[in-house]
């Protein structure tokens, strides 16, 4: 039986000194050691794997997740790899360090301690319709499409729906307003993404200090708790800085 090509596969980069240990990973129901791959004080964290296209399933993906929280939980600095990242052999991940350290020397004082949570802020379904309810304009003009045919109704559906979005989009400003800069003013760096679906308010990233991890927290509950009744929280990490660090899209050059 021909045995099947094994090739590297990728987790994260750390800032590291020693040959540091993260025990094993299961992938696709097989134990694999992990291993760390150095250059000057940068390292990639690695496992010898059957060269294959690995799908990103669900299981696939919490695998890769798990090996990075476990690193985080013994690394101060991590910088996350995307899923699937395989390489040829260890001389290839040597040489892709090589290529990308100076990056990661300009990254490593940047989000060394420093941990990435998620928010996002749904309005709740009768609290939005409420709202809305309470608009004359939005109001009228609903009855106004209602009362015409579909064709003669046409600009009167393009008027509510603009009415529809931009009174939405107030209610993101009071969110962004009243959740987001209280937020951001105990982080490091945040960014605002697009919302995903038609309730979201905010869908936000955070980094922060590890040692302001706590007093974050408590700002979370304290504005879940005034926010409660019309919207909820999705609160999520801790996390590697996933949306503070392009070093990604760099490596998937490197392996193309």
């Known amino acids: 039986m021909e045995q099947q ?4 596969y990728i987790f994260c980069g750390i800032q590291t000194d020693g040959d540091d240990q993260f025990g094993t990973v299961e992938l696709e129901g097989t134990e694999h050691e992990t291993f760390t791959i150095q250059y000057k004080d940068a390292a990639m964290v690695a496992a010898e794997v059957p060269m294959k296209i690995y799908h990103p399933n669900k299981t696939n993906l919490m695998m890769h997740q798990g090996v990075i929280s476990t690193v985080m939980g013994k690394c101060d600095t991590v910088i996350p790899i ?95 307003s009243d959740i987001h800069q209280p937020l951001n003013e105990l982080a490091e760096a945040d960014k605002l993404n697009d919302p995903i679906g038609e309730k979201m308010l905010l869908n936000a990233a955070y980094l922060i200090d590890r040692d302001q991890e706590e007093a974050f927290d408590a700002k979370v509950n304290e504005l879940h708790d005034k926010w409660q009744d019309k919207v909820d929280f999705k609160y999520t990490g801790p996390w590697p800085a996933y949306n503070f660090i392009n070093i990604q899209l760099k490596v998937e050059q490197e392996t193309s």
Do not use: C
């Open 82 to 176: 995307s899923f699937g990242n395989i390489f040829q052999n260890k001389q290839d991940v040597e040489a892709l360090l090589e290529s990308i350290y100076p990056q990661l020397e300009e990254l490593f004082p940047q989000i060394k301690g420093k941990i990435e949570v998620g928010l996002k802020v749904v309005g709740k379904k009768e609290w939005l319709e409420k709202n809305i309810s309470q608009h004359d304009d939005v109001m009228k003009q609903k009855k106004v499409v209602q009362s015409k045919s579909e064709a003669a109704g046409y600009f009167d559906r393009i008027q509510l729906g603009e009415m529809a979005k931009n009174f939405f989009g107030q209610l993101q400003a009071d969110v962004e």
């Open 5 to 8: 090509e094994t090739g590297i």
